[in-house]
């Protein structure tokens, strides 16, 4: 797999990239309008970012009761059952009145949902793209990103035009059609594909498969690295619409425009043996601009910061290849479900803490906050790693290859 144009001719790798371009586009918009509208009843930063973020709280449920399914499924089916399911949580929504129990009892079964869809998907993906070779995985998710970092700046850009001319109710029933759009490319342009693991789907299974792929201690120190250091930095961005009310759709597409240009770099233009080295730079680079919100930033200036920080997000390619080169092909969806739904998991943890800490100070305060813990994450676990290989090598070691892991 050389180059971008091989992908799009690779069988099925076209509709199940557009299927995730709409859910990216109905997922941005809904929760933009769900975020506002939640701040605009309540006033609440802590009720906004829960709510915006709140579906990632459950991920971790959904990953210890329903992830083996992921490679235990047919995917076209599974996919687009979780698209539809997506539409139904979109438009009830909308219900006029809808009491704040009820709204969060949504988000959180979306979120259920969404740990299931995340490993059939990406699974799916490193099935289609397995005869392109060990690149063939990052390149594709390296386009996928591309795609949400553009659909995210459609989405949050034409959210933000669409609340100025609509109430939140219609664009959540916007974001529903959106998610029925996806569910039908996913059915009409994916081929039926068998499961990837006999057996069937239980409970019992997801806890098997996950201390299995928890055994090894270099899984291990990946999947921390690919979930802390990531999600401490969502809970900054979950704190856009208290920070800047008239300008969230701004920040929002601003942060998918630096993701977009971290993943350009890291997927395309940096040689493996360069690549392989800039995981711990890249999640400094994605925690340290936002150490400058404790001055309190103007919009323009913030825009600009959240930009740069962004393009950190890009270090999560450089740990999705090391954890597919760690795990066995026939639990790569399974393994890749539990990156999403922790990660998903640490950001709805992280939007939880960072809006009960703007409640007692301020949204600036606690953006700076949830920064610095970053920071110091990414610099205990690459100690860590670089301790662990020097151990294992008998004291040689690399601190740059070691990096990669945290």
Known sequence: MRSYQDLFRTPEFTPLFLASAAQTVAQTVSGLALGTLVFRSTGSPLLSAVSMFGPSLAQVLGATLFLSGADRLPPRRTLAGVSLAFAAGAALLAVPALPVWALFAVVLAQGLVASLGGGVRWGLLNEILSHGGRDGYLLGRS???????????????????????????????????????AAAAARLGLTPRPPRTTGRASVSATWRTNALLFSDRSRRLTYLGLWLPNGLVVGCESLYVSYAPGAAGTLFACGALGMLAGDVTVGRLLPPAVRGRMATPLLLLLAAPYLLFALHPPVWQAACLVTAASAGFGASLVQQERLMALTPANLSGHALGLHSAGMLTMQGVAATLAGTIAQLTTPAWSMTTMATASAAVTLTLAATARRTRVHSAGGSGDFETDAALS
């Open 143 to 181: 386009v996928f990103n591309m795609m949400s970092g553009l659909m995210q700046i459609t989405g949050f850009a034409t959210g933000g035009l669409l609340l100025a001319a609509l109430p939140p109710r219609a664009c959540l029933l916007l974001a529903a059609a959106l998610y029925t759009t």
